[in-house]
């Protein structure tokens, strides 16, 4: 069974165009997360979600809005692509304690985004 | 700079031989943790350290910290090729809430 999954894998669109990723984990945590990774392969956090509420909001773009309908989806919207915004994102999941990340996070399989 | 550096940025061995990659950060830690990321997947949780541990080891991984440095590593021994990887710490900051902060990685390729 997949943990954390995310659809799509692949999305390659042209600049300006709105597109959202979806998020799902099977794991009953409390706690996700989106990530961004660049062709370095630096991991940076962009947003957190715990309940369904709002926790980290990274120095992102307005053009990206999360949502979380429910602890076990988080999606990720983004207006008005730019070039710039070609990445690998991962979605993660995991369950604080006491509003720490003291413990491992899940990450889903990543979405290929590029931006043309 | 960042919280959480490895080094070397990358490292080529063969098959057998020990791997070792360090982590170094610069604020106060809860933990250290080790990812290992296959080429085009997710990352997956290794091993975890708390700041009160020096050593842990998990089968044929060996992790240690020194807090007084800001320093890990992580040991693998006995290498496969199926170990080849890019390797991350991250870090739980005592400021840094529910954020884990990842180091640049370390690509480590094992040779048959």
């Known amino acids: 069974d997949t943990a954390v999954s995310q659809t799509p894998k692949y999305l390659v669109t042209q600049m300006g165009n709105d597109k959202s990723i979806k998020c799902e984990q099977n794991?009953?945590?409390?706690?996700m997360y989106w990530y961004k990774q660049d062709s370095k392969k630096f991991l940076k956090i962009m947003f957190s979600y715990n309940n369904k509420e709002l926790i980290i909001n990274e120095t992102v773009p307005n053009r990206f809005s999360p949502k979380s309908p429910d602890k076990a989806h988080l999606n990720l919207h983004i207006n008005s692509l730019e070039l710039g915004d070609s990445a690998v994102y991962f979605c993660?999941?995991?369950?604080?304690?006491?509003?720490?990340?003291?413990?491992?996070?899940?990450f889903g399989p990543g979405t290929r985004l590029t931006v043309t | 700079s960042q919280q959480g550096e490895e080094d070397p940025q990358a490292l080529s061995i063969q098959e057998g031989e020990n791997a070792t990659m360090n982590c170094s950060y610069k604020?106060?830690?809860?933990?250290l943790q080790w990812y290992r990321q296959n080429s085009g997947r997710g990352l997956v949780h290794l091993i975890l350290?708390?700041?009160?541990?020096r050593e842990k080891h998990s089968g044929r991984l060996r992790v240690t910290l020194d807090t007084s440095k800001k320093s890990s590593s992580l040991l693998i021994t006995a290498s496969r090729a199926a170990d080849t990887a890019s390797y991350f710490c991250a870090t739980d900051g005592e400021t840094s809430g529910s954020r884990l902060t990842f180091g640049e990685g370390t690509q480590l390729t094992v040779n048959p």
């Open positions: 604020t106060s830690i809860n933990n």
């Open positions: 350290i708390r700041s009160n541990e």
């Open positions: 794991l009953g945590h409390d706690t």
């Open positions: 993660a999941s995991s369950q604080l304690r006491g509003g720490r990340a003291s413990y491992e996070q899940y």
